[in-house]
């Protein structure tokens, strides 16, 4: 092997890394994340993280009001008797934790990972 193809060889792997640095950082434009209410463990409701909105759920001891915006989204205005699912702030796409009201039987999480 000479230098010349030691330089095209090395050529082409920068190349190939930086096709798949361009593709992982810019090609993924964060379509696919969601957002995700289950009701007595089925799924509800899917919304988009990435399209500000409000969105209204029923459980079983009355409505859910969910906000979605900037890529985040939280609870608020619960019928229920703790309101301890609006304390749980907003909820991000990364996000480990899932919000759950055990009066309503609602869980709302994100699917983007």
């Known amino acids: 092997m000479n230098k010349k ?3 095209l060889i090395i050529g082409c792997m920068i190349f190939a890394l930086l096709a798949w640095g361009i593709y992982f950082v810019i090609g993924q434009n964060h379509q696919g994340d969601k957002g995700i209410v289950e009701y007595r463990e089925k799924e509800i409701l ?5 399209k500000n909105d409000i969105y209204v759920v029923e459980g079983t001891y009355g409505l859910v009001r969910i906000e979605v915006k900037d890529g985040e989204f939280h609870v608020f205005d619960v019928d229920c008797p703790n309101h301890d699912f609006e304390q749980m702030g907003w909820i991000n796409k990364d996000s480990l934790f899932p919000i759950v009201c055990l009066p309503n039987e609602i869980i709302i999480y994100s699917s983007a990972k």
Not at 46 to 50: A, I, K, P, Q, S
């Open 5 to 7: 193809d030691l330089k």
């Open 46 to 50: 899917e919304f988009d993280l990435n």
